[in-house]
């Protein structure tokens, strides 16, 4: 049963995560694969890696109000292979997002204007040898650290949602890289 003109808030994030091939340069699609789709030839995504039930859009009647994101380079892959300090600046240093919704470009900013929020505390034992190492993550470690989104976007009830990652460099060994979305979502109530 649900109850004309009375709504659920819900302050969650969405959050993705796609695999970045060891190869050169290409763009990564967030949000594309849902819950339980495919994430490598041997895994399928887990609450883990996203919390989008369905392909580009949230659930029907829940709408959202995004204010910020972040980006965040997993320090693990889902393969279990550890990320090297080279892909991760890769990463940072060539990659830029665009957030389209509806099919529509909404923002359109470098990898490295967007922090971490709560991803891992970074530290490498050896920077100079840029060898695989421990637990990255840009920007300062809290969940406060995202890119704001000065007047906020409007995701509504099925409309498709994209962020589009693109990145230039060539990626040593395979690298996920998670996205979250900010902000509030409104569902009616049942």
Do not use: C, W
Not at 67 to 84: E, I, N, Q
Not at 141 to 163: A, G, H
């Amino acid at each position: 049963m649900r109850y004309a003109g009375i709504e659920n808030v819900i302050t969650q994030p969405i959050y993705d995560t796609v695999q970045l091939a060891a190869v050169g340069g290409g763009v990564a699609n967030f949000f594309a694969i849902p819950l339980n789709g495919a994430l490598t030839a041997a895994a399928n995504k887990t609450f883990a890696h996203t919390n989008l039930i369905q392909a580009g859009r949230l659930e029907k009647g829940i709408e959202m109000t995004i204010t910020g994101l972040s980006l965040s380079v997993r320090d693990t892959a889902s393969g279990g292979a550890r990320v090297t300090l080279a892909d991760y600046l890769i990463v940072y240093d060539t990659g830029h997002l665009n957030l389209m919704i509806g099919g529509v470009s909404f923002a359109r900013l470098s990898a490295t204007l967007t922090p971490a929020g709560a991803a891992e505390v970074q530290y490498f034992s050896n920077i100079a040898a840029a060898a695989t190492e421990y637990k990255m993550g840009h920007g300062l470690s809290t969940v406060s650290n995202y890119y704001r989104i000065d007047k906020p976007l409007i995701l509504e009830d099925q409309e498709s949602i994209q962020v589009d990652l693109t990145v230039g460099g060539v990626i040593a060994a395979v690298t996920d890289v998670m996205l979250v979305l900010y902000g509030s979502q409104t569902r009616p109530v049942r």
